[in-house]
């Protein structure tokens, strides 16, 4: 018989940590804690293959699962002293979902189920609190009726503002027990309304629906949507876990709270949470109530007079103290907490990993190995590469002028800037048409995260550190500023007011998620300083890495970047791309236009002094790192004069009518340019091209050999099919290094190589490596003609591939391993045998992905090269590829 029910409480149970998959993180976690000894109400999961089961089969449950959720029950009833459905003592459930990721508010949760017109009674005798037991009861038919029975959560609200109004009550802890019991009445007449039937006083029936109603929140919107963007697959299910109420809202010496191990912000070793006197868990998350904080320092620090949870609470908050310390030992990370206190009694709700900004990550992982509780491998393997971009983002530059209008919590870290919307959908739109979007909300929910992910930054006048809002910016690395109280946002007018100061959608603001500033305007920003924690743990990542991290670089800003990000070299120099310049273009034009070998060469010249200009500038930047110089590889399309004026501008530089220059583009026009004349093949038909180009390598060499700096060039052929394309190439360029060589009295060591873009190169690798004395492998044109996919149109039709779940990635973004990396390591393989010692990289966008990287660690490639700003992702990636000769934790 399968076994779908497991039990915790009282010290024990069935499940542990490492059972995550089955019984997903929050099963898996209150299953440790109760086997830690730690104060767990008792409770069962259902696991995650009920989850798979029940989709499986059309929304059924397995057989077994009614008596195996009846024993389980029965457990917790032993260990509580109360019974299910109970009318004198009543024992009431919690129903919450619990992925093998965490999904913060994305699934349904149900508390204090088993309430009805009956047992409410007894529950009201058992706490001697009328007001409380009618209270929660009123909270279970609003959470059930909008989360199980799908009735609209405002009507409800409604019925509830409707009361205080009539009552002229202010506050929801102004109502006595019998208001709460004409709103129960209100609320049932809208149950029955709704759906024709009245609120369900079974409380089995209860427990079925919200089991349900979780399972079947699994594929809900917003749910699809998270794991869509956290890359969650959907057959991983989620699981349900039953458990025993416990009270935070019982009283004055009751409270609800949710901590962090450590500071989520900063990664500061020191606690850091927030809690309510006498409220349920859901009103700290929600953002309705301002929570106070748990120790005097948290309060201190950001101003706040409300006593902090050691002032209000001394021992109980001794005893949290004490978990604290506990489960950051056993789990050897910080941790994310929820409790609760029952009259001055403390439960444990939950712990999980915290989610953590960047910046505390590193802090965390770096002190955590000096504390001894885990090696430096580990800490190096703790961040995930990706994430590295957070700390890249720039910071307010701290001189320039900024008008502070309001000051929230500093949720997110990183400033971000731009125009003021409130609605995710407008920030979507507007973030599609290119525009930087700051999304302001009173609060947040998961309806709004397609806003909050294309935003640059959130800001919300309502809710904690903890809230929606600051737990998932800080996942997604948005920079988020919570809780600025002062702003008033008017969603009706569109209209954000402060101090009479009136900020109306479409107006520019900038925020500061480091410091929880909101300012009017822009406010430039710089560069951060990458020293600290992110310098300690890359120096530990660079001992355990075995490839070369280069970077893919023209300009001279770019190389300097580079190096600063740690770069080793240059893997990819697109000379193309130096030729974009305005001053540059008018020349290129007129060399592609040219109709003569004389044409060509005469607008040559005009390029080849700026050309070596360029090279001696990188050759310099990089400082005898090596350098690879890929000759000329335009897309023609790109530098074709395309309007009337600039065909002007070509015809008068090359001294001929505009009317030739016309009829030349049409001549060269192409049906198909990615697939066209570009690469090698321009080099086989104008070679002076090439010429041209080795000639500025080589005098930019000798020039700054002359101020003592060997650079040996390496020497890139880009788009070869054929051993004889390279040979005919390589034989212009050694040419021209002997006339150098000759003019100069100087001799160049330089290496000439070849990209590998072509199945064909690849499968030829053999014999082109005779000639080629590296290899680099340019994997976005080895996947175009790969899959035959043109790179350029493929985004009208990959969101299709990816929906119908033939692409689980982009594979422009993650490298296919199957077929594109079959062709790589075939190439590699054949590359080697011929010349054991060939250098092997790749310079496709793949080179910054870690996912490919990790493939290019099991494929032995000696580099990665990547854009500049994803030189500390390669750099991270590749170390955690060669510890684990396995995926990075990230993408496991
Ligand atoms: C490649 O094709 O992977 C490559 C690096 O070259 P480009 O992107 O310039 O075509
Ligand atoms: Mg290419």
Redesign the pocket.
């Known amino acids: 018989m399968s076994k779908w029910v497991y039990s915790f409480g009282d010290g024990k149970a069935e499940g542990r940590a490492e059972m995550k998959n089955l019984l997903g993180g929050k099963g898996a976690n209150l299953a440790e804690m109760s086997n830690l000894g730690l104060p767990v109400p008792p409770g069962f999961t259902i696991t995650t293959e009920v989850c798979t089961w029940f989709y499986d089969n059309g929304r059924q449950y397995p057989a077994e699962l009614k008596d195996q959720v009846a024993a389980g029950l029965k457990a917790v009833e032993g260990i509580i002293g109360a019974t299910f459905g109970d009318a004198g003592n009543p024992l009431l459930v919690s129903v919450r979902s619990g992925a093998r990721a965490s999904m913060p508010g994305m699934m349904d949760t149900v508390l204090n189920l088993g309430l009805n017109d009956v047992t409410v009674r007894g529950l009201a005798k058992r706490a001697g609190d009328e007001r409380f037991a009618y209270d929660s009861y009123r909270r279970f038919i609003q959470m059930y009726g909008n989360v199980v029975l799908d009735v609209d959560h405002h009507h409800f609200e409604e019925i509830l503002d409707s009361h205080k109004r009539d009552r002229g009550l202010n506050y929801d802890t102004d109502l006595e027990a019998g208001d709460w019991q004409t709103v129960i009445e209100g609320y049932k007449e809208v149950v029955q309304e709704a759906l024709g039937r009245p609120f369900p006083q079974d409380v089995q029936e209860q427990l079925w629906g919200a089991i349900g109603a979780v399972f079947g929140s699994w594929m809900n919107q917003r749910a699809i949507t998270y794991r869509k963007l956290h890359d969650i697959p959907a057959s991983w299910g989620t699981a349900v876990n039953v458990q025993a109420m416990v009270f935070g809202n019982m009283g004055d010496d009751c409270a609800t709270g949710v901590a962090f191990t450590r500071n989520p912000s900063t990664g500061e070793n020191a606690f850091y949470g927030e809690y309510l006197i006498n409220a349920q868990g859901e009103d700290v998350v929600a953002g309705i109530r301002t929570p106070q904080h748990l120790t005097v320092a948290g309060r201190q620090a950001n101003g706040s007079d409300l006593p902090a949870m050691e002032e209000s609470m001394p021992e109980v908050f001794q005893q949290l103290d004490a978990v604290r310390l506990k489960l950051e030992r056993h789990y050897r990370d910080m941790q994310d907490i929820e409790f609760t206190v029952q009259q001055k009694k403390l439960y444990m709700l939950q712990t999980r990993n915290g989610k953590r900004t960047t910046a505390a990550a590193l802090k965390i992982a770096v002190d955590m190995a000096r504390e001894g509780l885990i090696d430096e491998a580990e800490a190096v393997r703790r961040i995930e590469p990706k994430s590295l971009d957070q700390l890249l983002h720039p910071t307010l530059d701290p001189k320039a002028e900024r008008k502070i209008i309001a000051k929230g919590l500093p949720a997110s870290p990183g400033a971000a800037c731009g125009k003021v919307v409130f609605s995710a959908d407008e920030a979507e739109r507007q973030s599609q048409m290119g525009e930087a979007v700051i999304l302001c909300r009173v609060e947040t929910s998961p309806e709004d995260i397609h806003g909050m992910h294309a935003a640059a930054g959130i800001l919300t006048t309502r809710g904690g550190m903890t809230s929606h809002a600051a737990v998932v910016a800080r996942g997604m690395g948005r920079s988020c500023v919570s809780g600025a109280g002062e702003l008033r946002i008017d969603y009706k007018t569109g209209v954000m007011t402060v101090r009479g100061e009136k900020i109306a959608a479409g107006d520019v603001i900038t925020i500061d998620g480091s410091t929880g500033e909101v300012m009017l305007g822009h406010v430039p920003t710089i560069q951060p300083e990458l020293s600290g924690d992110f310098a300690t743990l890359m120096g530990w990542a660079d001992r355990f890495r075995r490839m070369k991290v280069r970077t893919?670089a023209e300009t001279p800003l770019d190389a300097r970047t580079a190096v600063k990000f740690g770069a080793e070299g240059i893997g990819?120099c697109?000379t193309?791309h130096m030729f974009f310049d305005t001053e540059r273009i008018i020349a290129v034009r007129e060399m592609i236009v040219a109709e003569t070998e004389a044409g060509r060469r005469a607008a040559l010249a005009k390029i080849a002094p700026m050309q070596r200009q360029d090279f001696v500038e990188l050759f310099r930047i990089m400082a005898g790192l090596p350098v690879t110089i890929?000759l000329l590889?335009p897309?023609l399309h790109e530098f074709l004069p395309n309007s009337e004026a600039e065909m002007d501008e070509v015809a008068k530089a090359a001294g001929t009518d505009i009317q030739r220059v016309r009829h030349r583009a049409l001549q060269l026009h192409e049906a198909n340019p990615m697939l066209g004349h570009r690469?090698c093949r321009l080099g086989i038909s104008y070679p002076e091209i090439y010429e041209m180009q080795a000639r500025a390598i080589f005098e930019a060499a000798v020039e700054v050999g002359k101020a003592g700096q060997t650079v040996i060039p390496e020497i890139m052929i880009?788009?070869v099919g054929t051993k004889k394309e390279l040979d005919i190439l390589k034989a212009v360029i050694d040419r021209v290094a002997g006339e150098v060589k000759q003019s100069s009295g100087v001799q160049i060591d330089y290496l000439v190589g070849t990209?590998i873009?072509l199945p064909r190169a690849a499968l030829r690798a053999a014999e082109i490596a005779q000639s080629a004395e590296f290899f680099?492998?340019?994997?976005?044109?080895?996947?175009?003609t790969t899959f035959g996919i043109s790179?350029d149109d493929a985004a009208s039709f990959l969101p299709d591939y990816q929906r119908a779940g033939i692409f689980e990635h982009d594979p422009f973004v993650t490298l296919d391993t199957e077929g594109v990396g079959e062709l790589v390591s075939i190439a590699a393989e054949r590359g080697r045998k011929t010349r054991p010692e060939i250098k092997l990289g790749?310079?496709?966008?793949?080179g910054g992905d870690p996912a490919s990287v990790y493939f290019c660690e099991k494929v032995g490639l000696s580099y990665v090269s990547c854009s500049p700003y994803r030189v500390p992702i390669a750099r991270l990636a590749a170390a955690q590829a060669a510890l684990m000769g396995e995926k990075p934790a990230s993408e496991a």
């Open positions: 893919n990819l697109r193309e890929r590889d897309p690469g880009p788009l990209m873009e680099s492998f340019g994997t976005n044109d080895l996947t175009q790179r790749i310079c496709g966008e793949h």
